[in-house]
């Protein structure tokens, strides 16, 4: 399936199936739901603290990067629930990976944060 579209429209259009993703997960994971606030509250105490520039960038960072991984899982979650709901080897071992490695990019952030901020 070659797409044609080159340039700025191509660049818009990627933006638009980013902004539909992005809703997507919103609207149909409670996991990404509690992670985007839990973000969201991370990065105003990352604000909120007073540590350098390079601090605050790895403690946003970390944050940051649990909702890009939760984001990859539950797109290998929608695709692996898209072929049917009659349970595989393969496909239960693809969602457990994906499973964790959301856990191993939680793990990171408390590490970061705590290796950070403790005194």
Same mark, same amino acid.
């Given at each position: 399936?070659?797409?044609?579209?080159?340039?700025?429209?191509?660049?818009?259009?990627?933006?638009?199936?980013?902004?539909?993703?992005?809703?997507?997960?919103?609207?149909?994971?409670?996991?990404?739901?509690?992670?985007?606030?839990?973000?969201?509250?991370?990065?105003?105490?990352?604000?909120?603290?007073?540590?350098? &520039?390079?601090?605050?960038?790895?403690?946003?960072?970390?944050? =940051? +990067?649990?909702? @890009?991984?939760?984001? $990859?899982?539950?797109? %290998?979650?929608?695709?692996?629930?898209?072929?049917?709901?009659?349970?595989?080897?393969? &496909?239960?071992?693809?969602?457990?990976?994906?499973?964790?490695? =959301? +856990?191993?990019? @939680?793990?990171?952030? $408390?590490?970061?944060? %705590?290796?950070?901020?403790?005194?």
């Amino acid at each position: 399936m070659a797409n044609n579209v080159t340039g700025l429209t191509r660049i818009i259009k990627a933006a638009g199936y980013s902004w539909k993703g992005l809703l997507a997960a919103w609207k149909n994971e409670a996991a990404f739901r509690q992670e985007l606030v839990a973000v969201v509250a991370a990065i105003a105490i990352a604000c909120w603290l007073d540590v350098d &520039a390079i601090t605050r960038v790895l403690l946003i960072g970390s944050v =940051v +990067l649990v909702l @890009i991984v939760e984001i $990859l899982n539950s797109a %290998v979650e929608a695709v692996v629930d898209r072929f049917g709901g009659e349970w595989h080897e393969l &496909a239960g071992r693809a969602k457990d990976m994906g499973s964790a490695a =959301v +856990l191993i990019a @939680i793990l990171l952030a $408390l590490f970061v944060w %705590v290796s950070l901020l403790w005194p």
